[in-house]
């Protein structure tokens, strides 16, 4: 082997190495979305209590906060309090909502969650599930916030709890309902 083809091989074994090494110690959960910056999938579907059709031009102009979720998702379970939460403080914004999308579940599944639960804001199925492909989700739970001009401007993938609730209200949703770009 030709110095040049030894030179090439370690440079290639260093950098998997080093791939493999910030894999080690990085975030599972952070998986960066090429979605972010983009002009939010225009949607509709059946509300899960009454079937009434929920279209996006519903809330067109407003900052909205869309969570998909699941009645059999054990996390959606443990950030459906703090999503309420979310609600509770910025529901009286004019400019300010909230949409969950029930995702891969049975519609008596959804509805029971719902009821045990509470539901505090709306809630729409993605009966074929092409919703939840059009906004690039992995698995519930994931939250994304889109601002008045219909652009995602943050994707929190997993339970908004401790940190990603903080994280949430006070540098993504506070600053976009005061018209400032957020810090996500």
Not at 41 to 50: L, S
Not at 92 to 103: E, Q, R, S, T, V
Request: glycine residues 8%; negative net charge; aromatic residues 10%.
């Amino acid at each position: 082997m030709t110095r040049a083809a030894q030179t090439a091989v370690l440079v290639v074994l260093v950098a998997l190495f080093a791939l493999f090494y910030q894999g080690l110690w990085g975030d599972p959960r952070r998986i960066p979305t090429v979605l972010v910056g983009t002009h939010a999938p225009p949607f509709d579907g059946p509300d899960v209590e009454t079937g009434a059709q929920i279209s996006s031009q519903r809330f067109a102009g407003k900052v909205i906060l869309v969570n998909f979720w699941a009645s059999w998702c054990r996390e959606c379970k443990l950030e459906h309090e703090n999503l309420l939460k979310l609600s509770d403080a910025f529901g009286d914004h004019p400019d300010f909502a909230m949409l969950g999308i029930n995702y891969q579940d049975e519609a008596d599944d959804a509805r029971t969650y719902l009821k045990e639960r509470g539901a505090g804001f709306a809630h729409m199925r993605d009966v074929t599930g092409k919703l939840a492909i059009a906004f690039g989700v992995y698995g519930v739970p994931e939250t994304f916030v889109i601002d008045r001009a219909g652009v995602i401007r943050h994707k929190q993938i997993g339970p908004v709890t401790g940190d990603a609730y903080a994280n949430l209200a006070d540098n993504v949703l506070a600053p976009l309902l005061r018209d400032a770009d957020p810090v996500t």
